[in-house]
């Protein structure tokens, strides 16, 4: 459906109907009898049909339109000199098409015809001279009118695709935010439930307690869930650090913290990348790596701020887990990296990640 903005631009053929105005100026100091008027509307009234179904394919059906209008032209100009915009149109629509070769050589054609037939109905050679200089105009701005649609159109794809992109990737980082997020709480949750249904009948108040921090957690994670999904979570490296000990340890596994009074100077959205890792990485430990202690160390290296999570379990990370597949392109998109492997000592298991410390920190 042609909407009143097509009808009305500049470089729309559309508006363009508007100069068949032109046709009518002869009748003004020469009437048409009635049968010559009801013929010429009936005439116009085909070549608009013609036309509006021409421009809207514009395809190989453009010529045998401009070929109608050429006809209507040659057949009314010994009426009016009004039926030369005929032959101004079918220039116009001609120059619609890119312009090839066979274009070349109906333009050509038009104008021949016009101004043979212009030469021998029209008192003088100057309308001649006149129609050929409205033929030129008419295909140049029916060019140039086609060329700005055309890069019309390619920029709104080029808006529609950068906009599909940046939706894909606001949704791929909330499915990575809505991952590290719950798959950490939600392992903790469910240790945090059975050690209170194992309590519950020995003691009570330390399973209260459980219960308790369950309630906290679930408050918490609720908090940056809803943070992740608009975008604003940026829970620092530090408070990440602290947290998993305090989780680990509640776990009944020995954590160890090194380095995390360096963390201060680090940009916040590479400490927020890290904290993710730990989150993550925490999260395995406590699931599949069955291990007694971990180590988190935090340091600088040269430009670099580098992270290490090391534990004594049973090994056999997968660096191509959704989790870690995830921090992986996190980390990359921040021009970081993220190694995953055995520990030092050739068992359990190692998580190294890197990023650039960008703006922050000292020497």
Request: overall charge neutral; aromatic content about 6%; some cysteine.
């Amino acid at each position: 459906m042609i909407t009143v903005r097509e009808l009305t631009s500049p470089n729309r053929p559309w508006i363009h109907l508007l100069y068949l105005g032109m046709f009518f100026f002869g009748w003004f100091y020469a009437p048409p009898e009635p049968v010559e008027a009801a013929v010429s509307l009936a005439a116009m009234a085909g070549f608009i049909a013609v036309y509006i179904f021409a421009m809207r394919r514009l395809d190989w059906t453009v010529y045998p339109a401009a070929l109608v209008a050429v006809l209507l032209g040659l057949v009314l100009l010994p009426q009016t000199p009004g039926g030369g915009v005929y032959l101004v149109f079918a220039a116009a629509m001609l120059g619609r098409l890119r312009f090839t070769a066979p274009v070349w050589a109906a333009l050509a054609a038009v104008s021949v015809s016009g101004a043979a037939a212009m030469m021998m109905f029209a008192p003088t050679p100057l309308m001649a001279l006149g129609f050929l200089g409205l033929v030129a105009m008419a295909a140049g701005g029916s060019a140039i009118a086609a060329r700005n649609e055309r890069q019309a159109a390619q920029a709104s794809q080029t808006q529609a695709r950068a906009a599909h992109a940046a939706a894909e990737a606001e949704r791929q980082r909330i499915a990575r935010d809505l991952h590290d997020l719950l798959g950490h709480t939600l392992s903790v949750v469910t240790l945090k439930a059975e050690i209170a249904e194992k309590l519950i009948d020995q003691d009570q108040d330390r399973a209260k307690a459980e219960l308790q921090a369950i309630q906290t957690i679930s408050r918490d994670a609720l908090a940056e869930v809803r943070e992740a999904v608009i975008g604003l979570r940026g829970r620092s490296l530090a408070d990440a650090l602290a947290d998993a000990v305090q989780r680990l340890r509640d776990a009944g596994v020995t954590a160890r913290v090194s380095g995390a009074d360096q963390t201060g100077g680090l940009p916040a959205d590479a400490s927020t990348a890290l904290a993710m890792v730990v989150r993550e990485a925490v999260t395995n430990i406590l699931r599949h790596a069955e291990a007694g202690s971990v180590l988190l160390t935090f340091r600088r290296d040269g430009a670099h701020a580098c992270l290490d999570i090391i534990d004594d379990g049973v090994g056999g990370a997968n660096p191509a887990g959704g989790g870690l597949s995830g921090l992986d392109a996190r980390l990359r998109s921040l021009h970081g990296a993220l190694r995953v492997g055995p520990g030092p000592s050739g068992s359990g298991s190692c998580v190294e990640a890197s990023l650039p410390w960008a703006g922050g920190g000292h020497d």
